[in-house]
């Protein structure tokens, strides 16, 4: 991630003051960068002693993706319908990309630290979630990110995917390995799978064009997993990050 401007910096302070004024805290705010990756920026925004999340959601000429649109709408819903596993949202503003959250108290799991519980933990998530899939706001959130409703897309998607890693250009040894599996083994693989997937369709007289209907698609979490959880002291996990959900 390039490195914040001072300029940029500024502005994300003298809004996420505003923000935080319209939510009831008032006063001096401090703002605590959180190292979370990726393209966003996480800060611990603190008024005494109260504390908040706010996340400065990444946006440019390129990449005009609604990541604050889809995660809020999102954590909203699922947290309107009982799904509490997640950091309550508590308030956003869409035209600078700010949005304010529950500050959840603790760590990110490590490999090899996950147990069935937890994996029990996150199975409860998705379940509760999709009690609600039929729910008329439901069907008012945004498409999930890649989300798949027919085989053709479903081709389309992963051709595009492997169109990218067939344009690589090789930088080292490593690099030169990859592109030589992905054009020896990956791609030739793929037209194998993309071929049996267009003739079985045809055998079971699925049109490859044609939707699956509303009441078998899911709400999805999307990038659901312990890598975007927080487990807490009392080993319960709140589950972060659905800026691809819908």
């Not at 503003?93 to 996150?122: C, M, P, R, S």
Request: net charge negative; hydrophobic share 35%.
């Amino acid at each position: 991630m390039k490195q914040a401007t001072e300029e940029q910096n500024n502005n994300i302070y003298r809004h996420a003051m505003l923000l935080a004024q319209k939510v009831g805290l008032k006063g001096v705010i401090c703002l605590d960068p959180i190292n979370s990756g990726g393209n966003n920026r996480v800060f611990r925004l603190s008024v005494g002693k109260k504390s908040v999340l706010l996340k400065s959601y990444f946006h440019s000429d390129k990449d005009q993706r609604d990541r604050l649109g889809h995660e809020f709408a999102f954590t909203s819903f699922a947290w309107n319908h009982g799904a509490k596993t997640i950091p309550l949202p508590v308030a956003c503003d869409h035209a600078h990309f700010l949005g304010l959250y529950e500050f959840v108290d603790g760590k990110k799991i490590g490999h090899g630290e996950v147990t069935w519980g937890h994996v029990n933990q996150a199975l409860d998530f998705f379940v509760e979630l999709n009690k609600h899939r039929e729910e008329p706001n439901a069907g008012a959130l945004p498409i999930a990110s890649e989300a798949c409703f027919s085989v053709s897309e479903h081709l389309f998607c992963v051709e595009r995917r492997l169109k990218q890693l067939r344009e690589v250009n090789p930088c080292d040894a490593t690099d030169t390995k990859a592109v030589d599996f992905i054009h020896s083994e990956l791609s030739p693989s793929w037209e194998k799978v993309r071929k049996g997937v267009v003739r079985l369709s045809k055998d079971l007289r699925i049109e490859m064009d044609e939707y699956i209907p509303l009441e078998d698609r899911c709400l999805s979490p999307s990038d659901f997993g312990f890598h975007n959880a927080i487990l807490k002291e009392d080993d319960t996990f709140f589950f972060i990050d659905f800026e691809y959900a819908g």
